[in-house]
């Protein structure tokens, strides 16, 4: 009775898909929808422990909020470290690393 | 019903918000509404442990962190890719569209599949014949006695978030400032 | 789990790291290798994992940081890895990807100026197709109602209305994601960057010891077949034209190895017993390969990892010279080296298998792929020296070449000279591995 709300499961995915693909040069909007994804992810553990009621696919979605944290803050550590590098976060001055 | 799908729309709505805003703090308070809004829709779900704690970890920590970055570095002025001229996007147009339809027809199918089998019970609040424990109860017996190992694991993996970011950030020689002899 | 004994050894190294002690750090490091041949049922995957693994921290230098953080994040990545090989539930598959990943992005983004690039660049990746594996994950337990692997073979061979519609979706993601680990080809655009730009030794520990886990996850899943031969095509094809226009060593070695990904899937595509131990022998012999040719190449001291720098080695530095080329003679599959071996055992089974037109593709891009290898071993011979390059070789007189890469490369040489006289013994571990699957 609970998966009418799959579609807001994929819209939400499908928003974290689009918003790192449109906003490619721009880091920290890229994890942001990362966090998107994983929050929709999170969605669909919800809704289908409540269906078929089990407890495990809620300790999914507590290890994933663990790892989606851990996630976000190397993230977050990597860009502070690119930055004191370059000095600037966008990803367009990728280009060294071609050829 | 309504209580739901009033939250539903707005953590849908804040999510294009968040993709399209033009400054990243705008960006991040629109993420902090989703969470919200989606930590609304948990508690109507019933689990209400799990609502609470996913407010406090990411409106909590998760977001405060993005923003304590975004001010550290002073990002506030780039906007997205899209919003330059340049930028060209319509070559993601096809595979973007034959995705969404993958993804909808998926859902869609589940749902016109699993929801005529079903009574049309619209009320979030399912009684539940059997209810011996609360939410926080139950997950308890289930985190620490079945998945004490992975329990663990999941530590282990907050050590290594922990060591990656003194590890990054930490001060060293200087990199980039130094000219150094025959590229690196 | 008796993957805790190597927890509670790994945590112990830890404490003993702290004092900075050299000794006692491999001290530790050969009493867990004892622990975990010991207390673990002796899988050819864990044996392999501790080969990489042991590589790494054999080459680690007298700096500071490695000889703290990156011999720890080394062994969580080892105990991320084993955790994968003997997990059974999508859960555990989870975390231990995860722990090891995440280590990952912190080691490869730690070095020199271009190295945080490559580290930004798998970031972003890596975490977008663990979102994408973490939804699959729910897909298939959503439907099979339980979070074990074993469901996902009850998920897809059933014949129910349900499950015709979501298993594939969740299955393809959760394909994806993997082959994003494997670096096989429609997901291997990170590949060439991330070594380029990353430090050394931990694109050795990149290119052995994850894939290693990964593998035998794969063995682990039911494998549909039409899906993963997909990635078998793409890589081959990928990893032979790819490495053709490259002029730096390393993204030359990430195509090589997208292209050694594509053989020894193929082995797993197979499915039979001979085709599985044809790959985990292929498995066997990339692990040796890539050790070899890494410290080598840390040996040699490369300004900017260009092809042309070892243009006329063989002038003054024969027998480093003569070892390269056998090295990359072996990668390129010419017969009396273990290369051959490997790439033989695979083509045969795969023969067997009946799946002839892969057959001829794969000896079409082995045959393709033998140029580029071939191309290094006339550069490192025939070649003269250009111009631009005689300031930088004056500059440099000797090789690093310590005992410990040295050690390494002469243990590596030996099995890739010798296996092909009798290879029993690697057939042997392979199939006694296997048999502990069926």
């Known amino acids: 009775m609970y998966y009418k709300y799959l579609v807001v499961v994929m819209v939400l995915f499908l928003l974290g898909g689009w918003g790192v693909v449109l906003n490619r040069g721009h880091f920290i909007i890229m994890i942001v929808s990362i966090e998107l994804v994983l929050l929709a992810t999170f969605f669909f553990f919800l809704i289908n422990s409540k269906e078929i009621d089990a407890l495990i696919e809620q300790v999914f979605m507590i290890m994933g909020l663990t790892i989606a944290a851990a996630e976000s803050s190397i993230g977050l550590a990597l860009l502070v470290a690119y930055y004191r590098i370059r000095g600037t976060i966008v990803l367009k001055s990728f280009s060294s690393l071609r050829g | 019903m309504g209580v739901s799908f009033f939250f539903i729309f707005g953590a849908i709505g804040s999510g294009i918000m968040v993709i399209s805003a033009l400054n990243p703090v705008f960006s991040l308070f629109w993420l902090v509404i989703v969470f919200i809004n989606s930590a609304v829709f948990f508690l109507l779900l019933g689990v209400d442990f799990i609502a609470l704690m996913f407010l406090l970890v990411y409106v909590g920590a998760i977001a405060v962190l993005f923003l304590f970055v975004i001010m550290l570095l002073n990002l506030t002025d780039y906007p997205p890719a899209f919003f330059k001229r340049e930028a060209d996007m319509t070559n993601y147009i096809p595979i973007g569209f034959l995705i969404g339809v993958f993804f909808f027809s998926e859902a869609s199918s589940s749902w016109f599949v699993l929801g005529p089998f079903q009574k049309e019970n619209w009320d979030l609040s399912f009684p539940w014949l059997i209810i011996s424990h609360h939410n926080i109860e139950a997950l308890g017996q289930v985190l620490y006695v079945v998945c004490c190992c992975l329990f663990i694991l999941a530590s282990f993996i907050l050590l290594v978030a922990m060591i990656g970011a003194i590890f990054l950030t930490q001060d060293k020689a200087p990199l980039g400032k130094t000219q150094q002899l025959l590229g690196g | ?438």
């Open chain 3, 1 to 438: 789990m008796s993957e805790f004994f190597f927890l509670g050894c790994s945590l112990l190294t830890l404490v003993i790291l702290g004092l900075h002690s050299f000794l006692l750090k491999f001290s530790v490091f050969f009493l867990l290798i004892f622990f975990s041949l010991y207390s673990f049922n002796l899988e050819g995957g864990k044996v392999l994992v501790l080969i990489g693994v042991f590589a790494v921290l054999f080459l680690l230098g007298p700096k500071k940081e490695e000889q703290t953080e990156v011999p720890v994040l080394s062994l969580i990545i080892v105990f991320g890895i084993f955790c994968l090989i003997s997990s059974t539930n999508w859960l555990s598959v989870y975390l231990a990807i995860e722990l090891s990943t995440l280590c990952f992005f912190v080691l490869i983004a730690r070095g020199s100026g271009y190295s945080a690039e490559a580290g930004l660049k798998y970031f972003v990746l890596g975490a977008l197709s663990s979102g994408l594996f973490l939804f699959g994950c729910a897909l298939l337990c959503g439907i099979g109602g339980n979070v074990h692997l074993a469901y996902l073979d009850l998920i897809i061979n059933s014949k129910q209305t349900f499950s015709d519609v979501c298993p594939p979706v969740g299955y393809i993601l959760i394909l994806g994601a993997l082959f994003f680990k494997l670096s096989v080809a429609p997901f291997h655009m990170w590949a060439p960057d991330v070594y380029e730009g990353a430090p050394t030794k931990i694109v050795l520990l990149l290119a052995t010891v994850p894939k290693i886990g990964i593998f035998s996850l794969l063995i682990a899943l039911g494998l549909p077949v039409n899906s993963l031969l997909i990635g078998v095509v793409f890589s081959l094809f990928v990893g032979t034209l790819g490495a053709l226009n490259q002029t730096k060593i390393k993204r030359l070695l990430a195509y090589s190895s997208i292209g050694h990904m594509g053989f020894i899937l193929w082995g797993f595509e197979s499915g039979s017993f001979e085709s599985l131990q044809a790959s985990l022998v292929y498995l066997f012999i990339y692990v040796i390969m890539t050790i070899c040719v890494f410290s080598l190449i840390l040996g040699f001291h490369l300004y900017k990892n260009l092809l042309i720098e070892f243009s006329g080695v063989s002038r003054f530095l024969p027998l480093f010279a003569v070892t390269l080329g056998v090295v990359f003679f072996s990668i390129a599959g010419i017969p009396p080296f273990a290369g051959f071996l490997s790439k033989w055992v695979v083509l045969l089974s795969g023969v067997l298998s009946q799946s002839y037109f892969v057959f001829l593709f794969a000896v079409f891009c082995s045959v393709i792929g033998g140029v580029y290898y071939v191309r290094i071993v006339k550069i490192l011979f025939f070649q003269k020296n250009s111009y631009l390059l005689i300031t930088i070789k004056a500059l440099r007189k000797e090789l690093h070449l310590n005992f410990k890469k040295v050690f390494l490369v002469g243990l590596c040489l030996y099995f890739i000279l010798f296996l092909f006289v009798a290879p029993h013994l690697g057939f042997f571990f392979a199939s006694q591995t296997i048999m502990i699957l069926f």
